[in-house]
């Protein structure tokens, strides 16, 4: 059965499932169409982050441009352009047995491509969501619906992996960021072009 997470809240995802290895982690989002009339095109992205929460290199960003760590323990799974259709829009496969030692966290986030010039932020994207899946046998084990108001910004941190001892947790996060992808890579030193 699903846990449904409220912003803030954390809870382990291998205490009580210690065999845990691969996981999928699903976002999603709908349109309000009416605000612009012009195409959204949103993406994920996991930030592969030390314990100084910053990206070792342009390697540890898995998005559309970059879709597997060469670790092969992330893994985007392609760039859904439109958001249209029901569940998850845009899926990245985590296997935690290869993520590499000196990864403390797994930052994952939304941006809006082209925000600025589309005039675009997040109040006008409605029942946007993270959920986490048991690959093994395709069992939702967590769900975290965002139910903020981000009236300005064009780049959501919608939660994080992380370790914790010897497990891995999760922490639902949601917080907005105004400057698009450029500011998220900036705040977790990658050098945006």
Known sequence: MSVCLSKGQKISLTKDNPGL????????????????????????AAFMLTVEGVCPSEKEFIFYGNLKHSSGSVEHMGDNLTGAGEGDDEQIQIDLSLVPAEIERIAFTVTIYDAENRRQNFGQVSNAFIRIVDMSNGTEMIRYDLAEDFSIETAVVVGELYRNNSE????????????????????YGINAQ
């Not at 999603?28 to 169409?33: A, F, K, L, P, V």
């Not at 891995?168 to 705040?187: V, Y």
């Open 168 to 187: 891995w947790k999760f922490n639902a996060i949601g917080s907005g960021f105004q400057g698009g992808l450029a500011a998220l890579c900036s705040n």
């Open 21 to 44: 290895k691969n996981i999928m982690v699903g976002l999603g989002w709908d349109i309000n169409r009416y605000d612009t009339g012009g195409d959204f095109d949103l993406d994920a």
